[in-house]
């Protein structure tokens, strides 16, 4: 079994669709800011331009948001900004004025960035055993996995996680959840991560016979694109004709969008909660300066049915609810949907009718959870 989880990690390993492993190496709660002078306020908006001009997936746009920040730079809008950490989000939101590209964003971090040769050269050793370490006390993400009354399974995953080390642990899940008569999998709190978990799970929702591309992207380096498709093999059983239900809110971002919009584009299953954030465009993170990077898109994802993605507008909804409604919403529409398949079999029917009159008291979660954080507001 571990030769065939491995084999089947490395036959979905991809580059990551979110926020890249060096991206969330900076994040950092409550670090302490930095005061920053004109020098570096130049330096920092000279470096961004010229990376987003190169590197940036649409070259048009590239142009006009740099333009843009050049002028901002040009009539003096940034000259009072001495916070680091002002500075960065003030950058962000010029950026995002622009373009409307959510993974478009500047980082502060005050421990100084390591300079690399290479933009895409490996994470330090450190970085990396740190980056690997998070993901194991995370569980890769998968935060919590039960059987709901009624036989309900539910799936509460917050990051789609892009280690290797982490396709055990979804296998685990599947494997748990695979007796269940519907499934829910919670995304209302899913940042993002890579297409590697998107595969895995995906796999699992479609026959072996009946492969599925499930997205495409386009890289602006080479000009080039790159098909991604569910596996031949998961290890365990396939769950198949049974109801599925994806919980979205607005923090669920990126890969975690990507999947809500797989399930809902190829009608695997029923899309439940608040439109998502909207950003589909994938990336890498470049630096700045000791203490500054910026995450711009280099490429684009295309869905092979709509042949274009949720960029700038978020997924919505097959049903539209509150996300902190969605657990009750989601889990009612699971048991009505057992219950009306319910034949001869009047015990499983009456358990099943106990089960919706308990959902319908079930507690709804706070909304403040599923609100997207509010970033600084833009100084000039």
Same mark, same amino acid.
């Given at each position: 079994?571990?030769?065939?989880?491995?084999?089947?990690?490395?036959?979905?390993?991809?580059?990551?669709?979110?926020?890249?492993?060096?991206?969330?190496?900076?994040?950092?709660?409550?670090?302490?800011?930095?005061?920053?002078?004109?020098?570096?306020?130049?330096?920092?908006?000279?470096?961004?331009?010229?990376?987003?001009?190169?590197?940036?997936?649409?070259?048009?746009?590239?142009?006009?948001v740099s333009k843009a920040v050049r002028k901002r730079m040009s009539t003096h809008d940034y000259d009072k900004i001495t916070s680091a950490?002002?500075?960065?989000?003030?950058?962000?939101?010029?950026?995002?004025?622009?373009?409307?590209?959510?993974?478009?964003?500047?980082?502060?971090?005050?421990?100084?960035?390591?300079?690399?040769?290479?933009?895409?050269?490996?994470?330090?050793?450190?970085?990396?055993?740190?980056?690997?370490?998070?993901?194991?006390?995370?569980?890769?993400?998968?935060?919590?996995?039960?059987?709901?009354?009624?036989?309900?399974?539910?799936?509460?995953?917050?990051?789609?996680?892009?280690?290797?080390?982490?396709?055990a642990t979804a296998v685990a899940a599947m494997t748990m959840l695979s007796n269940t008569d519907a499934m829910i999998i919670d995304l209302?709190?899913?940042?993002?991560?890579?297409?590697?978990?998107?595969?895995?799970?995906?796999?699992?929702?479609?026959?072996?016979?009946?492969?599925?591309?499930?997205?495409?992207?386009?890289?602006?380096?080479?000009?080039?694109?790159?098909?991604?498709?569910?596996?031949?093999?998961?290890?365990?059983?396939?769950?198949?004709?049974?109801?599925?239900?994806?919980?979205? /809110?607005?923090?669920? %971002?990126?890969? #975690?969008?990507?999947? *809500? =919009?797989?399930?809902?584009?190829? $009608? &695997?299953?029923?899309? +439940?909660?608040?439109?998502?954030?909207?950003?589909?465009?994938?990336?890498?993170?470049?630096?700045?300066?000791?203490?500054?990077?910026?995450?711009?898109?280099?490429?684009?994802?295309?869905?092979?049915?709509?042949?274009?993605?949720?960029?700038?507008?978020?997924?919505?909804?097959? /049903?539209?609810?509150? %996300?902190?409604? #969605?657990?009750?919403? *989601? =889990?009612?529409?699971?048991?009505? $949907? &057992?219950?009306?398949? +319910?034949?001869?079999?009047?015990?499983?029917?009456?358990?099943?009718?106990?089960?919706?009159?308990?959902?319908?008291?079930?507690?709804?979660?706070?909304?403040?959870?599923?609100?997207?954080?509010?970033?600084?507001?833009?100084?000039?």
């Amino acid at each position: 079994m571990r030769r065939l989880i491995l084999l089947f990690a490395f036959i979905l390993s991809s580059p990551t669709f979110a926020p890249s492993a060096r991206a969330q190496a900076l994040a950092s709660e409550n670090q302490p800011d930095l005061v920053i002078d004109a020098a570096t306020r130049r330096a920092v908006v000279d470096t961004l331009c010229d990376r987003i001009e190169r590197h940036y997936v649409f070259p048009d746009r590239a142009r006009t948001v740099s333009k843009a920040v050049r002028k901002r730079m040009s009539t003096h809008d940034y000259d009072k900004i001495t916070s680091a950490a002002d500075f960065a989000d003030t950058l962000t939101a010029h950026l995002q004025a622009v373009v409307h590209d959510v993974h478009l964003r500047v980082h502060y971090r005050h421990e100084p960035i390591p300079a690399v040769e290479d933009d895409d050269a490996p994470l330090p050793e450190a970085e990396q055993r740190s980056i690997e370490e998070r993901g194991r006390y995370t569980n890769y993400g998968f935060e919590r996995f039960e059987r709901l009354p009624g036989n309900v399974g539910y799936l509460d995953l917050q990051q789609f996680s892009g280690d290797p080390a982490g396709q055990a642990t979804a296998v685990a899940a599947m494997t748990m959840l695979s007796n269940t008569d519907a499934m829910i999998i919670d995304l209302r709190r899913n940042g993002g991560g890579s297409p590697m978990m998107i595969a895995t799970i995906l796999t699992y929702f479609v026959t072996a016979d009946d492969r599925l591309l499930f997205n495409t992207f386009y890289e602006r380096k080479g000009d080039k694109t790159e098909e991604y498709w569910t596996s031949p093999y998961v290890p365990g059983a396939r769950y198949l004709g049974k109801p599925l239900y994806v919980l979205t /809110s607005n923090r669920t %971002a990126s890969a #975690a969008e990507e999947f *809500a =919009y797989d399930i809902q584009t190829h $009608k &695997l299953g029923t899309v +439940v909660g608040a439109v998502t954030r909207g950003g589909a465009n994938p990336g890498r993170l470049y630096r700045l300066s000791d203490h500054f990077a910026a995450f711009i898109a280099t490429g684009r994802a295309i869905n092979p049915v709509t042949k274009t993605n949720w960029e700038g507008v978020g997924v919505k909804p097959d /049903s539209l609810t509150k %996300a902190g409604e #969605a657990v009750r919403a *989601a =889990y009612s529409m699971a048991l009505q $949907k &057992l219950i009306d398949g +319910v034949k001869e079999d009047p015990d499983r029917l009456d358990s099943l009718k106990r089960s919706l009159e308990a959902a319908a008291q079930r507690p709804l979660d706070p909304e403040e959870d599923f609100q997207r954080p509010q970033r600084r507001r833009p100084t000039g």
